[in-house]
């Protein structure tokens, strides 16, 4: 066997292993993320003052790859905080930030971010109204914004079907011609998440997506997230209980910008101390 053969068979083995290790975790992935040892996101002892506020005080936490992870917690308890952070638009005083296992989010720009692989969905939905809601998904796409004058024309049939099958997990299909600025409140925060995931991230943060969300809407919601995860890691930050209840796998209370508690639902529901300073007696 040649030096040449004995490199390219070396190489297939590294890539069958790296395929078994991620494989095994049930993700899918994109170049540049590191996820071999199974978790996307790392946060070790993340602290953030605002004027002398600890609005994060050492928070550590870590999510999996394809997990679909609640955070819940009283306001002021730093969710809010802790997605800026991760996203890059609060620089922690001190702490570690890594999505997978070699991208420091601390070093990166918002943009960077982005392109990275996170998305991020705020309670507000932002989409644009002027255009109709196949429009919006196709600003979205992941290409060259240079040629938007042309884009259309160019679209191939690939990008056609991923257009159609998004549209179809938001439940959107019928409105695909219609005005964003003419859907109901719970229909453009779906199509705020269509327009994320063409985007291809591979970590989605959620802030208070159902609300304001009519009961069918939310029960919507909840399918449209029970879905996503696997394919993608989500963290869902929510106040309504009812619809945590309906996606949790883990749950992670955070209380004056630390870890409170974690676990599944009942875990989290049973403890004396979550009780006390967010469930309510």
């Known amino acids: 066997m040649t030096a040449r053969a004995v490199k390219e068979t070396s190489l297939k083995i590294q890539?069958?292993?790296?395929?078994?290790?991620?494989?095994?975790?049930?993700?899918?992935t994109q170049d540049g993320v590191d996820v071999t040892h199974g978790a996307i996101l790392y946060l070790e002892d993340i602290t953030v003052s605002f004027d002398g506020f600890r609005a994060l005080n050492k928070l550590s936490l870590s999510i999996d790859v394809g997990e679909l992870r609640c955070i819940i917690g009283p306001n002021g308890a730093g969710k809010t905080t802790m997605m800026d952070v991760i996203t890059g638009k609060t620089r922690p005083d001190l702490g570690t930030a890594f999505f997978g296992q070699s991208i420091d989010l601390t070093k990166l720009s918002e943009a960077e971010i982005?392109?990275?692989?996170?998305?991020?969905?705020?309670?507000?939905?932002?989409v644009f109204e002027q255009h109709t809601v196949f429009e919006n998904l196709e600003l979205a796409m992941k290409t060259d914004k240079r040629v938007w004058a042309s884009l259309r024309a160019r679209l191939d049939s690939a990008q056609l079907d991923r257009i159609a099958a998004t549209l179809e997990l938001i439940h959107l299909s019928t409105q695909s011609e219609r005005l964003a600025g003419l859907l109901s409140h719970g229909q453009k925060q779906?199509?705020?998440i269509g327009m994320l995931l063409m985007q291809e991230p591979q970590l989605l943060l959620l802030d208070e997506p159902v609300a304001g969300m009519t009961d069918d809407e939310t029960e919507r919601t909840a399918e449209l997230?029970?879905?996503?995860?696997?394919?993608h890691s989500l963290v869902v930050v929510e106040h309504d209980m009812d619809f945590v209840n309906r996606i949790a796998r883990k749950v992670t209370v955070l209380h004056e910008g630390s870890v409170l508690a974690e676990g599944n639902m009942e875990t989290v529901q049973n403890d004396q101390r979550v009780v006390e300073v967010y469930l309510g007696r």
């Open 114 to 126: 982005a392109h990275a692989g996170i998305g991020r969905k705020f309670q507000k939905p932002t």
């Open 15 to 28: 890539r069958a292993g790296s395929d078994q290790i991620l494989a095994a975790h049930g993700r899918i």
């Open 225 to 231: 997230c029970n879905k996503l995860a696997g394919k």
């Open 190 to 192: 779906w199509l705020e």
